[in-house]
Protein backbone atom coordinates (compact mmCIF):
# COMPACT_ATOMS: atom_id res chain seq x y z
CA UNK A 1 0.00 0.00 0.00
CA UNK A 2 1.89 3.48 -1.40
CA UNK A 3 1.75 6.25 0.93
CA UNK A 4 1.09 8.03 -2.24
CA UNK A 5 -1.75 6.40 -2.93
CA UNK A 6 -2.89 6.91 0.63
CA UNK A 7 -2.71 10.49 -0.11
CA UNK A 8 -4.75 10.56 -2.65
CA UNK A 9 -7.76 8.63 -1.61
CA UNK A 10 -7.50 10.51 1.80
CA UNK A 11 -7.88 13.99 -0.73
CA UNK A 12 -10.58 12.33 -2.99
CA UNK A 13 -12.60 11.25 0.16
CA UNK A 14 -12.00 14.82 1.62
CA UNK A 15 -13.42 16.91 -1.23
CA UNK A 16 -16.66 14.58 -1.81
CA UNK A 17 -19.82 15.50 -0.83
CA UNK A 18 -21.60 12.67 -1.56
CA UNK A 19 -19.94 9.48 -0.48
CA UNK A 20 -20.98 5.97 -0.95
CA UNK A 21 -18.73 3.06 1.26
CA UNK A 22 -19.36 -0.49 -0.35
CA UNK A 23 -18.45 -2.89 2.14
CA UNK A 24 -18.23 -6.67 1.65
CA UNK A 25 -17.26 -9.83 4.23
CA UNK A 26 -13.78 -8.47 3.99
CA UNK A 27 -14.52 -5.57 6.22
CA UNK A 28 -15.49 -8.32 9.41
CA UNK A 29 -12.19 -10.44 8.66
CA UNK A 30 -10.60 -8.63 11.24
CA UNK A 31 -13.48 -9.01 13.86
CA UNK A 32 -12.97 -13.08 13.55
CA UNK A 33 -16.04 -13.08 10.68
CA UNK A 34 -14.95 -15.39 8.26
CA UNK A 35 -15.19 -14.13 4.85
CA UNK A 36 -18.16 -15.62 2.88
CA UNK A 37 -15.73 -17.82 0.55
CA UNK A 38 -13.89 -19.01 4.58
CA UNK A 39 -17.22 -19.38 6.02
CA UNK A 40 -17.00 -23.15 6.19
CA UNK A 41 -14.24 -24.15 8.74
CA UNK A 42 -14.48 -26.63 11.64
CA UNK A 43 -17.48 -28.65 11.40
CA UNK A 44 -18.77 -27.56 8.39
CA UNK A 45 -15.38 -27.43 6.06
CA UNK A 46 -16.56 -30.29 4.04
CA UNK A 47 -19.35 -28.10 2.39
CA UNK A 48 -19.87 -25.50 -0.30
CA UNK A 49 -20.90 -22.06 0.99
CA UNK A 50 -22.55 -21.09 -2.15
CA UNK A 51 -24.86 -24.63 -1.88
CA UNK A 52 -26.24 -24.29 1.42
CA UNK A 53 -27.39 -20.45 0.69
CA UNK A 54 -30.16 -21.63 -1.47
CA UNK A 55 -33.66 -21.60 -1.35
CA UNK A 56 -33.50 -25.40 -2.62
CA UNK A 57 -30.89 -26.33 0.17
CA UNK A 58 -33.21 -25.34 2.98
CA UNK A 59 -36.17 -27.11 1.23
CA UNK A 60 -33.92 -30.88 1.14
CA UNK A 61 -32.48 -29.57 4.82
CA UNK A 62 -34.03 -27.33 6.59
CA UNK A 63 -32.51 -28.52 9.91
CA UNK A 64 -28.47 -28.23 8.20
CA UNK A 65 -29.43 -24.93 6.88
CA UNK A 66 -30.55 -23.46 9.74
CA UNK A 67 -27.64 -24.56 11.73
CA UNK A 68 -24.88 -23.13 9.62
CA UNK A 69 -26.72 -20.04 9.80
CA UNK A 70 -27.22 -19.88 13.70
CA UNK A 71 -23.54 -21.02 13.86
CA UNK A 72 -23.03 -18.10 11.55
CA UNK A 73 -25.03 -15.54 14.00
CA UNK A 74 -23.22 -17.04 17.38
CA UNK A 75 -19.95 -16.23 15.67
CA UNK A 76 -21.10 -12.50 15.14
CA UNK A 77 -22.68 -12.02 18.25
CA UNK A 78 -19.36 -12.93 20.06
CA UNK A 79 -17.96 -10.50 17.41
CA UNK A 80 -16.81 -6.93 18.28
CA UNK A 81 -16.52 -4.28 15.32
CA UNK A 82 -13.38 -3.35 14.37
CA UNK A 83 -11.16 -0.27 13.22
CA UNK A 84 -12.42 -0.32 9.53
CA UNK A 85 -15.93 -0.23 10.99
CA UNK A 86 -14.82 2.55 13.08
CA UNK A 87 -13.51 4.24 10.49
CA UNK A 88 -16.31 3.84 8.21
CA UNK A 89 -18.94 5.34 10.65
CA UNK A 90 -16.30 8.09 10.92
CA UNK A 91 -16.19 8.56 6.97
CA UNK A 92 -19.94 9.10 7.45
CA UNK A 93 -20.33 11.73 10.42
CA UNK A 94 -17.71 13.78 8.13
CA UNK A 95 -18.79 13.60 4.87
CA UNK A 96 -21.98 16.36 4.23
CA UNK A 97 -24.17 12.99 2.62
CA UNK A 98 -22.86 9.57 3.03
CA UNK A 99 -24.37 5.76 2.28
CA UNK A 100 -23.11 3.04 3.65
CA UNK A 101 -24.12 0.25 1.36
CA UNK A 102 -23.24 -3.86 2.73
CA UNK A 103 -23.18 -7.00 1.37
CA UNK A 104 -22.74 -8.36 5.14
CA UNK A 105 -25.49 -9.71 6.84
CA UNK A 106 -24.32 -8.95 10.71
CA UNK A 107 -24.75 -5.48 12.44
CA UNK A 108 -21.05 -4.83 12.65
CA UNK A 109 -21.81 -1.74 10.80
CA UNK A 110 -24.48 -0.26 13.14
CA UNK A 111 -22.80 -1.33 16.08
CA UNK A 112 -19.82 1.13 15.45
CA UNK A 113 -22.40 3.81 14.82
CA UNK A 114 -23.05 3.52 11.21
CA UNK A 115 -26.87 5.07 11.16
CA UNK A 116 -28.92 2.68 8.82
CA UNK A 117 -26.47 0.83 6.34
CA UNK A 118 -28.51 -0.11 3.59
CA UNK A 119 -28.37 -4.63 3.82
CA UNK A 120 -28.49 -5.41 -0.15
CA UNK A 121 -28.47 -9.34 1.44
CA UNK A 122 -30.38 -9.41 4.67
CA UNK A 123 -29.54 -10.20 7.95
CA UNK A 124 -28.82 -12.84 10.77
CA UNK A 125 -31.36 -10.67 12.74
CA UNK A 126 -34.66 -10.88 11.28
CA UNK A 127 -35.57 -14.29 10.76
CA UNK A 128 -38.35 -14.97 8.65
CA UNK A 129 -41.51 -17.91 8.24
CA UNK A 130 -40.56 -19.59 4.62
CA UNK A 131 -44.28 -20.36 4.00
CA UNK A 132 -46.22 -17.22 5.09
CA UNK A 133 -43.09 -14.33 5.11
CA UNK A 134 -44.48 -12.76 8.58
CA UNK A 135 -41.48 -11.65 10.74
CA UNK A 136 -40.45 -14.39 13.22
CA UNK A 137 -38.69 -13.99 16.80
CA UNK A 138 -35.12 -14.38 16.73
CA UNK A 139 -33.86 -17.68 19.51
CA UNK A 140 -33.07 -16.10 22.63
CA UNK A 141 -29.20 -17.59 22.36
CA UNK A 142 -27.96 -19.07 19.16
CA UNK A 143 -27.95 -22.82 19.51
CA UNK A 144 -24.52 -23.83 18.55
CA UNK A 145 -22.80 -26.98 17.72
CA UNK A 146 -19.41 -27.18 19.08
CA UNK A 147 -16.37 -27.80 17.79
CA UNK A 148 -16.14 -24.96 15.47
CA UNK A 149 -14.01 -22.41 15.46
CA UNK A 150 -15.08 -19.84 18.07
CA UNK A 151 -13.08 -17.91 19.88
CA UNK A 152 -11.34 -19.66 22.84
CA UNK A 153 -12.85 -17.01 25.93
CA UNK A 154 -16.76 -17.66 24.44
CA UNK A 155 -18.61 -18.98 27.06
CA UNK A 156 -19.86 -22.61 27.16
CA UNK A 157 -22.62 -22.32 24.75
CA UNK A 158 -26.34 -23.11 26.56
CA UNK A 159 -30.13 -23.81 24.78
CA UNK A 160 -29.96 -25.23 21.30
CA UNK A 161 -32.14 -27.05 19.71
CA UNK A 162 -30.21 -30.41 17.91
CA UNK A 163 -32.52 -32.15 16.34
CA UNK A 164 -31.02 -35.91 16.70
CA UNK A 165 -29.45 -36.17 13.70
CA UNK A 166 -26.34 -36.50 15.65
CA UNK A 167 -23.96 -35.24 13.32
CA UNK A 168 -23.36 -31.28 16.02
CA UNK A 169 -24.56 -29.19 13.01
CA UNK A 170 -28.45 -29.78 12.52
CA UNK A 171 -30.66 -27.60 14.28
CA UNK A 172 -34.35 -28.06 13.46
CA UNK A 173 -35.27 -24.60 12.20
CA UNK A 174 -38.52 -22.77 14.87
CA UNK A 175 -41.83 -23.28 13.59
CA UNK A 176 -43.92 -20.18 12.46
CA UNK A 177 -46.98 -18.96 15.04
CA UNK A 178 -49.07 -18.85 12.42
CA UNK A 179 -48.80 -21.21 9.63
CA UNK A 180 -46.70 -23.72 11.69
CA UNK A 181 -43.83 -23.19 8.40
CA UNK A 182 -40.60 -23.45 8.86
CA UNK A 183 -38.61 -19.89 10.01
CA UNK A 184 -35.73 -19.37 7.71
CA UNK A 185 -32.98 -16.83 8.22
CA UNK A 186 -33.62 -13.63 6.74
CA UNK A 187 -31.07 -13.31 3.97
CA UNK A 188 -31.16 -12.89 0.47
CA UNK A 189 -30.18 -16.55 -1.05
CA UNK A 190 -28.59 -17.11 -4.51
CA UNK A 191 -31.40 -17.40 -7.15
CA UNK A 192 -33.59 -14.87 -4.68
CA UNK A 193 -34.02 -11.50 -5.74
CA UNK A 194 -32.65 -8.86 -3.51
CA UNK A 195 -34.95 -6.40 -1.31
CA UNK A 196 -36.33 -3.76 -4.21
CA UNK A 197 -36.04 -0.65 -1.93
CA UNK A 198 -32.74 -1.61 -0.96
CA UNK A 199 -31.36 -2.40 -4.33
CA UNK A 200 -32.76 1.05 -5.90
CA UNK A 201 -31.62 3.06 -2.74
CA UNK A 202 -28.20 2.00 -3.11
CA UNK A 203 -28.15 2.18 -7.39
CA UNK A 204 -29.49 5.95 -6.55
CA UNK A 205 -27.19 6.73 -4.08
CA UNK A 206 -23.71 5.26 -6.23
CA UNK A 207 -25.18 7.11 -9.65
CA UNK A 208 -25.30 10.38 -7.54
CA UNK A 209 -21.94 10.41 -5.45
CA UNK A 210 -19.01 11.99 -6.28
CA UNK A 211 -16.76 9.02 -4.44
CA UNK A 212 -17.57 5.59 -3.60
CA UNK A 213 -15.06 3.60 -1.55
CA UNK A 214 -15.30 -0.07 -1.59
CA UNK A 215 -14.17 -2.40 1.04
CA UNK A 216 -13.37 -6.21 1.61
CA UNK A 217 -16.05 -7.51 -1.41
CA UNK A 218 -14.63 -9.84 -4.44
CA UNK A 219 -16.61 -7.95 -6.18
CA UNK A 220 -18.34 -11.83 -7.58
CA UNK A 221 -22.02 -11.72 -6.46
CA UNK A 222 -24.35 -9.82 -8.65
CA UNK A 223 -26.45 -7.72 -8.82
CA UNK A 224 -24.39 -5.81 -5.84
CA UNK A 225 -21.02 -5.58 -7.64
CA UNK A 226 -23.02 -3.61 -9.76
CA UNK A 227 -22.86 -0.85 -7.54
CA UNK A 228 -19.50 0.51 -7.80
CA UNK A 229 -19.44 -0.09 -11.46
CA UNK A 230 -22.76 2.23 -11.52
CA UNK A 231 -20.66 4.73 -9.92
CA UNK A 232 -18.01 4.76 -12.13
CA UNK A 233 -19.76 4.66 -15.28
CA UNK A 234 -21.13 7.78 -13.43
CA UNK A 235 -18.01 9.33 -13.15
CA UNK A 236 -17.38 9.01 -9.41
CA UNK A 237 -13.80 7.47 -8.52
CA UNK A 238 -13.79 4.49 -7.05
CA UNK A 239 -11.17 4.06 -4.28
CA UNK A 240 -10.89 0.10 -3.67
CA UNK A 241 -9.42 -1.45 -0.24
CA UNK A 242 -8.58 -5.19 -0.68
CA UNK A 243 -5.64 -7.05 0.49
CA UNK A 244 -6.16 -9.35 -2.87
CA UNK A 245 -6.13 -8.26 -7.02
CA UNK A 246 -10.32 -8.39 -7.76
CA UNK A 247 -12.10 -7.87 -10.61
CA UNK A 248 -13.22 -4.17 -8.85
CA UNK A 249 -9.48 -3.41 -9.52
CA UNK A 250 -10.19 -2.32 -13.51
CA UNK A 251 -12.72 0.05 -12.21
CA UNK A 252 -10.89 1.41 -9.00
CA UNK A 253 -8.96 4.84 -9.72
CA UNK A 254 -6.79 4.06 -6.38
CA UNK A 255 -5.98 0.49 -5.31
CA UNK A 256 -4.89 0.30 -2.04
CA UNK A 257 -3.65 -3.38 -1.42
CA UNK A 258 -4.18 -3.64 2.78
CA UNK A 259 -6.45 -5.19 5.44
CA UNK A 260 -9.39 -2.65 6.16
CA UNK A 261 -8.66 -2.02 9.73
CA UNK A 262 -5.42 -0.88 8.79
CA UNK A 263 -6.02 0.74 5.55
CA UNK A 264 -10.03 2.51 6.31
CA UNK A 265 -8.31 4.63 9.69
CA UNK A 266 -5.48 6.22 7.76
CA UNK A 267 -8.57 8.28 5.32
CA UNK A 268 -10.12 9.13 7.90
CA UNK A 269 -6.71 10.84 10.13
C1 LIG B 1 -30.34 -12.67 -8.18
C2 LIG B 1 -26.31 -13.67 1.91
C3 LIG B 1 -32.25 -12.66 -9.62
C4 LIG B 1 -26.47 -15.03 2.48
C5 LIG B 1 -25.18 -13.86 -0.27
C6 LIG B 1 -23.59 -15.70 -13.71
C7 LIG B 1 -23.15 -14.41 -13.93
C8 LIG B 1 -23.65 -13.33 -13.18
C9 LIG B 1 -24.59 -13.56 -12.19
C10 LIG B 1 -25.01 -14.84 -11.95
C11 LIG B 1 -24.52 -15.89 -12.72
N1 LIG B 1 -25.10 -17.03 -12.25
C12 LIG B 1 -25.93 -16.72 -11.22
C13 LIG B 1 -25.89 -15.39 -11.04
C14 LIG B 1 -26.63 -14.63 -10.04
C15 LIG B 1 -26.06 -14.78 -8.66
C16 LIG B 1 -24.58 -14.48 -8.69
O1 LIG B 1 -24.12 -13.36 -8.65
N2 LIG B 1 -23.78 -15.50 -8.78
C17 LIG B 1 -22.34 -15.31 -8.94
C18 LIG B 1 -21.63 -15.92 -7.76
C19 LIG B 1 -21.92 -15.86 -10.26
N3 LIG B 1 -26.75 -13.80 -7.83
C20 LIG B 1 -27.90 -14.07 -7.24
O2 LIG B 1 -28.42 -15.17 -7.24
C21 LIG B 1 -28.58 -12.90 -6.57
N4 LIG B 1 -29.94 -12.82 -6.91
O3 LIG B 1 -29.57 -12.57 -9.10
O4 LIG B 1 -31.70 -12.64 -8.32
C22 LIG B 1 -33.74 -12.65 -9.44
C23 LIG B 1 -34.44 -11.55 -9.86
C24 LIG B 1 -35.83 -11.51 -9.72
C25 LIG B 1 -36.48 -12.61 -9.16
C26 LIG B 1 -35.77 -13.69 -8.71
C27 LIG B 1 -34.38 -13.72 -8.86
C28 LIG B 1 -28.55 -13.05 -5.04
C29 LIG B 1 -27.14 -13.18 -4.53
C30 LIG B 1 -27.15 -13.12 -3.01
C31 LIG B 1 -26.31 -14.18 -2.42
N5 LIG B 1 -26.26 -13.99 -0.97
N6 LIG B 1 -25.20 -13.59 1.03
C32 LIG B 1 -25.31 -15.47 3.30
O5 LIG B 1 -24.45 -14.66 3.64
O6 LIG B 1 -25.29 -16.67 3.62
S1 LIG B 1 -23.71 -14.06 -1.06
C33 LIG B 1 -22.25 -13.83 -0.31
O7 LIG B 1 -21.51 -13.14 -1.28
C34 LIG B 1 -21.84 -13.05 0.89
O8 LIG B 1 -22.59 -13.26 2.02
C35 LIG B 1 -21.83 -11.64 0.46
O9 LIG B 1 -23.07 -11.06 0.77
C36 LIG B 1 -21.60 -11.76 -1.04
C37 LIG B 1 -20.39 -11.13 -1.58
O10 LIG B 1 -19.26 -11.71 -1.03
P1 LIG B 1 -18.13 -10.76 -0.46
O11 LIG B 1 -18.73 -9.93 0.57
O12 LIG B 1 -17.47 -10.10 -1.59
O13 LIG B 1 -17.20 -11.83 0.25
P2 LIG B 1 -16.11 -12.80 -0.36
O14 LIG B 1 -15.88 -13.85 0.66
O15 LIG B 1 -16.43 -13.21 -1.73
O16 LIG B 1 -14.81 -11.90 -0.52
C38 LIG B 1 -14.15 -11.38 0.60
C39 LIG B 1 -13.17 -10.34 0.10
O17 LIG B 1 -12.59 -9.72 1.23
C40 LIG B 1 -12.03 -10.92 -0.73
O18 LIG B 1 -11.85 -10.12 -1.89
C41 LIG B 1 -10.81 -10.78 0.19
O19 LIG B 1 -9.60 -10.52 -0.51
C42 LIG B 1 -11.20 -9.58 1.00
N7 LIG B 1 -10.59 -9.50 2.33
C43 LIG B 1 -10.17 -10.50 3.16
N8 LIG B 1 -9.70 -9.98 4.32
C44 LIG B 1 -9.80 -8.64 4.21
C45 LIG B 1 -10.35 -8.32 2.97
N9 LIG B 1 -10.56 -7.06 2.58
C46 LIG B 1 -10.23 -6.07 3.43
N10 LIG B 1 -9.70 -6.29 4.68
C47 LIG B 1 -9.46 -7.56 5.08
N11 LIG B 1 -8.92 -7.78 6.30
ZN1 LIG C 1 -45.95 -18.60 8.68
Redesign the pocket.
Known amino acids: MGERSVREAAALLAQARHVVVFT????S??SGVP????ALTGLWRSFDARRL?TPEAFRDDPALVWGWYEWRRATVGRARPNAGHVAVAAIEARAPHAVVVT???DDLHERAGSVAPIHL??SLSAPRCSACARPAPLPAEPPLPDGTSLPAEAPPLSGGAPDGHGDGRRVAPPRCTHCAGPVRPG????????PSAALEAAVEAASACDLLLT??????????AEIPRVAARFGAPVVQ????E?PLDAVADVNLRG???QVLPALVR
Not at 187 to 194: C, D, M, N, S
Open positions: GAGIAETFRDAQNVHGVVWFGEALVGTSGLVYPAVNPETPAA
